[in-house]
């Protein structure tokens, strides 16, 4: 029997963190989330997924926030089992949406009016109060749309679940769905309402926040 070995490139396993930022698999990160509203994060990170493709951060996004919380149609890959996939949620959209191109935050809201109702909150309008609502019920969660480069990321705009607010720390979870770069971060309010205050040149608008549910 013949054994392949894939080389594995170490340097090209995930990007080091932002020092701006605490990992969640560290002893401060995991203390953090236990101190944490949370109740978001209960229920959307045992649906996390990583974006199928560069371009679906918004798409994975929903994926796993519908997971935590929507009734799902039937995927076939995974019949007779109901359960949110980027391709049936893609599938299922009633806005056209080109799977190559990221979405801005206008788009990934009339994606998601197709299937429950959102609220969006533009960057500039976004107060730390919001974030108690990760704590309201089981069903509120919180997508936010980001330039990465406001907190110190590799790349640009982006579209991530932000699942837990630590008020002590005044610090938001970010569950990165490019799980093949960063692993969810701690960032505080400051830095991430930053990187959703400037204008996305792709709508020429901030980005901002969807609050679902
Ligand atoms: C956290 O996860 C990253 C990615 O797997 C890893 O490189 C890092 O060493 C981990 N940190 C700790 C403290 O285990
Ligand atoms: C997408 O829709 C087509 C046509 O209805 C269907 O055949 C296919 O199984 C769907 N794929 C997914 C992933 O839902
Ligand atoms: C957040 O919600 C959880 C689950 O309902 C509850 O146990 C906890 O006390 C809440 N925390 C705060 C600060 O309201
Ligand atoms: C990294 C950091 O600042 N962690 C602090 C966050 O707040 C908790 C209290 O909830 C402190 O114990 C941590 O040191």
Redo the contacts with the bound molecule.
């Keep these: 029997m013949m054994l392949l070995f894939v080389p594995l490139v170490a340097s090209e396993f995930l990007l080091p963190p932002p020092t701006t930022s605490v990992p969640l698999n560290t002893s401060a990160g995991f203390s953090m989330l236990v101190n944490s509203l949370h109740r978001s994060y209960r229920q959307v990170s045992i649906h996390f997924t990583t974006q199928q493709t560069q371009a679906l951060c918004g798409i994975a996004s929903l994926t796993a926030v519908f997971n935590a919380f929507l009734p799902a149609?039937?995927?076939?890959?995974y019949q007779p089992y109901a359960y949110w996939?980027q391709?049936?949620l893609?599938?299922?959209s009633c806005t056209a949406h080109d799977p190559s191109f990221g979405s801005t935050l206008g788009q990934l809201s009339d994606i998601t009016k197709c299937f429950t109702s959102v609220e969006t909150v533009s960057g500039p309008d976004v107060t730390r109060d919001i974030f108690d609502k990760l704590n309201d019920t089981s069903t509120t969660h919180i997508i936010a749309n980001f330039d990465r480069q406001g907190l110190d990321e590799e790349g640009s705009g982006h579209f991530s679940p932000i699942a837990a607010y630590n008020k002590h720390n005044d610090t938001l979870l970010v569950l990165d769905v490019a799980r093949y770069k960063y692993p969810p971060l701690w960032v505080s309010f400051d830095d991430l309402k930053s990187a959703m205050t400037g204008l996305d040149p792709a709508s020429g608008q901030p980005r901002g926040l969807l609050i679902l549910g």
């Design positions: 149609p039937v995927d076939p890959i996939t391709n049936s893609m599938n299922l």
